[in-house]
């Protein structure tokens, strides 16, 4: 009895401790999130920034309310629309899931995701949440806010002034794995032979995802390959299917290292004439079809992370399928809209493996098409932009037939009309307009209706297109998707 007495004063000791902290760092952040909209700005950094001087604790404080817990998405490539994917699948379950839609994925992000949905009393009203989580940033958000599960896309060389190669990146995320909770669990990229080798987190279950599609020959020849060798002897790795960059159906040679058998695979697509997909999922002996929306290789195991993701959740896969169904493009990834009779498409580009896929999969557009890249290099976005020289921009030069109007803006768009040039494009017929607002509405002056507008923004540089196109009526602020 007096253990139990104990307990419950120590139990409420800590409440009331974390009240006095967490009570002012909830108002400060729910007004500078109020503040920061009404300015335009988003609110998704500086809230959270501001209330965890505070309370340095505030998201873990928060994250207790929460039921069934958090799940975490790292990865090079992926990461956004893999956790709208997965908050698709939890909410079509019947669970309120919390999210930071707009990508702002560091330790501030997420607190600031935290604050706008907690209440000025500072609880939080929600069964889980799903956040994604910058790579560099990944050990110390887990560390923070315990996630019961943890999904890794993929590794690929991003922003080099903040990662390095691919070493620092794979550290990072493997600290990040071993300070899980226990009984938790770890979704793993079987195609990725950088993530396959990471130690798993003793007590938590690992499942892995991959590709067993047959694949184009011309793959073989594809660009932005960033693992050529062996993780474990340094040999040459040889593949039997190669889908893009190293990731694939890959064995080393020399040693015993090869792709393991993955728990859940895509074993059959087939594409409709409207562009989507026919899958079918297999695992565990049982195989489900679904259409699927989301065009290219790299979404298809975007849409196989989610749905090993909800198998680990123990998520019906009957339900798993019908949300993937649904599915819409997410923040920047894909996102479709219409203006006077243009159809607009802006997809994200902030790597060679990323762009190399983007491109690929945006060029096979039949319609007449426009082109705007718009190159920012804030810190966001990475302040190197030399990844432009090792993105295949000669798909570009290889399809101007049918590009009606090629233009370039942003921060950096001298650098972007320079590689074009390079590319094989004619320079004196790309116009440059550092300044997106400009660039976007003569872009869209320029292209006669039934045409599509391919938008290639750098982060920031997406981050200032959204906000244009929200002027002229297309789509809404994120906070209120």
Same mark, same amino acid.
């Given at each position: 009895?007096?253990?139990?007495?104990?307990?419950?004063?120590?139990?409420?000791?800590?409440? #009331?401790?974390?009240?006095?902290?967490?009570?002012?760092?909830? @108002?400060?952040?729910?007004?500078?999130?109020?503040?920061?909209?009404?300015?335009?700005?988003?609110?998704?950094?500086?809230?959270?920034?501001?209330?965890?001087?505070?309370?340095?604790?505030?998201?873990?404080?928060?994250?207790?309310?929460?039921?069934?817990?958090?799940?975490?998405?790292?990865?090079?490539?992926?990461?956004?629309?893999?956790?709208? %994917?997965?908050?698709?699948?939890?909410?079509?379950?019947?669970?309120?899931?919390?999210?930071?839609?707009?990508?702002?994925?560091?330790?501030?992000?997420?607190?600031?995701?935290?604050?706008?949905?907690?209440?000025?009393?500072?609880?939080?009203?929600?069964?889980?949440?799903?956040?994604?989580?910058?790579?560099?940033?990944?050990?110390?958000?887990?560390?923070?806010?315990?996630? #019961?599960?943890?999904?890794?896309?993929?590794?690929? #060389?991003?922003?080099?002034?903040?990662?390095?190669?691919?070493?620092?990146?794979?550290?990072?995320?493997?600290?990040?794995?071993?300070?899980?909770?226990?009984?938790?669990?770890?979704?793993?990229?079987?195609?990725?032979?950088?993530?396959?080798?990471?130690?798993?987190?003793?007590?938590?279950?690992? @499942?892995?995802?991959?590709?067993?599609?047959?694949?184009?020959?011309?793959?073989?020849?594809?660009?932005?390959?960033?693992?050529?060798?062996?993780?474990?002897?340094?040999?040459?790795?040889?593949?039997?299917?190669?889908?893009?960059?190293?990731?694939?159906?890959?064995?080393?040679?020399?040693?015993?290292?090869?792709?393991?058998?993955?728990?859940?695979?895509?074993?059959?697509?087939?594409?409709?004439?409207?562009?989507?997909?026919? %899958?079918?999922?297999?695992?565990?002996?049982?195989?489900?079809?679904?259409?699927?929306?989301?065009?290219?290789?790299?979404?298809?195991?975007?849409?196989?992370?989610?749905?090993?993701?909800?198998?680990?959740?123990?998520?019906?896969?009957?339900?798993?399928?019908?949300?993937?169904?649904?599915?819409?493009?997410?923040?920047?990834?894909?996102?479709?809209?219409?203006?006077?009779?243009?159809?607009?498409?802006?997809?994200?580009?902030?790597?060679?493996?990323?762009?190399?896929?983007?491109?690929?999969?945006?060029?096979?557009?039949?319609?007449?098409?426009?082109?705007?890249?718009?190159?920012?290099?804030?810190?966001?976005?990475?302040?190197?932009?030399?990844?432009?020289?090792?993105?295949?921009?000669?798909?570009?030069?290889?399809?101007?037939?049918?590009?009606?109007?090629?233009?370039?803006?942003?921060?950096?768009? @001298?650098?972007?009309?320079?590689?074009?040039?390079?590319?094989?494009?004619?320079?004196?017929?790309?116009?440059?307009?550092?300044?997106?607002?400009?660039?976007?509405?003569?872009?869209?002056?320029?292209?006669?209706?039934?045409?599509?507008?391919?938008?290639?923004?750098?982060?920031?540089?997406?981050?200032?297109?959204?906000?244009?196109?929200?002027?002229?009526?297309?789509? #809404?602020?994120?906070?209120?998707?």
């Amino acid at each position: 009895m007096i253990a139990n007495s104990l307990r419950k004063f120590k139990g409420g000791l800590k409440n #009331r401790l974390f009240k006095i902290r967490s009570l002012p760092a909830v @108002w400060i952040g729910k007004l500078l999130i109020i503040l920061t909209r009404i300015l335009g700005r988003g609110g998704t950094t500086l809230p959270g920034r501001a209330a965890r001087l505070i309370d340095p604790r505030l998201s873990s404080h928060l994250a207790e309310y929460l039921q069934e817990g958090i799940i975490t998405v790292t990865g090079t490539n992926g990461k956004t629309t893999t956790a709208s %994917l997965i908050g698709a699948i939890f909410e079509k379950h019947g669970l309120h899931c919390i999210r930071n839609r707009s990508g702002s994925n560091m330790i501030w992000g997420i607190a600031s995701t935290l604050i706008e949905k907690a209440t000025w009393f500072a609880s939080l009203h929600g069964d889980c949440a799903v956040m994604e989580v910058d790579e560099g940033a990944f050990p110390g958000v887990v560390g923070e806010i315990k996630p #019961r599960g943890t999904v890794i896309t993929n590794i690929f #060389r991003d922003q080099l002034d903040r990662y390095g190669e691919l070493d620092h990146i794979r550290e990072s995320i493997s600290r990040g794995l071993q300070v899980q909770p226990e009984n938790g669990f770890e979704v793993i990229n079987a195609d990725d032979p950088t993530l396959v080798t990471l130690e798993a987190a003793e007590g938590k279950k690992r @499942w892995t995802f991959g590709l067993e599609i047959d694949t184009p020959a011309d793959n073989f020849l594809n660009t932005g390959c960033d693992l050529k060798m062996c993780p474990r002897c340094a040999s040459n790795l040889n593949y039997s299917r190669l889908y893009y960059a190293h990731l694939g159906h890959y064995y080393c040679p020399e040693c015993d290292f090869k792709r393991p058998q993955p728990d859940v695979t895509i074993t059959k697509r087939i594409i409709n004439p409207d562009g989507s997909s026919l %899958l079918s999922i297999t695992f565990a002996d049982q195989s489900i079809e679904f259409s699927f929306i989301l065009p290219g290789i790299y979404n298809l195991y975007n849409a196989l992370a989610a749905f090993t993701t909800a198998l680990a959740a123990g998520i019906p896969p009957s339900i798993t399928g019908e949300a993937l169904e649904k599915a819409a493009p997410s923040f920047g990834r894909m996102e479709q809209f219409t203006l006077n009779g243009i159809k607009i498409i802006m997809a994200l580009i902030k790597n060679p493996v990323g762009a190399n896929q983007v491109l690929r999969t945006l060029l096979s557009e039949k319609e007449n098409l426009g082109l705007l890249l718009a190159i920012n290099d804030k810190i966001a976005d990475g302040t190197d932009v030399s990844w432009l020289w090792d993105v295949d921009f000669e798909q570009i030069a290889a399809a101007q037939n049918r590009l009606a109007y090629v233009a370039v803006s942003g921060l950096r768009a @001298w650098d972007m009309a320079v590689r074009l040039k390079y590319a094989g494009l004619d320079s004196s017929r790309i116009p440059v307009e550092e300044d997106t607002a400009r660039a976007l509405s003569t872009a869209i002056q320029n292209i006669s209706p039934d045409s599509t507008l391919l938008i290639l923004p750098s982060y920031t540089a997406m981050l200032e297109m959204r906000r244009h196109l929200n002027k002229m009526g297309l789509g #809404r602020p994120y906070w209120e998707d």
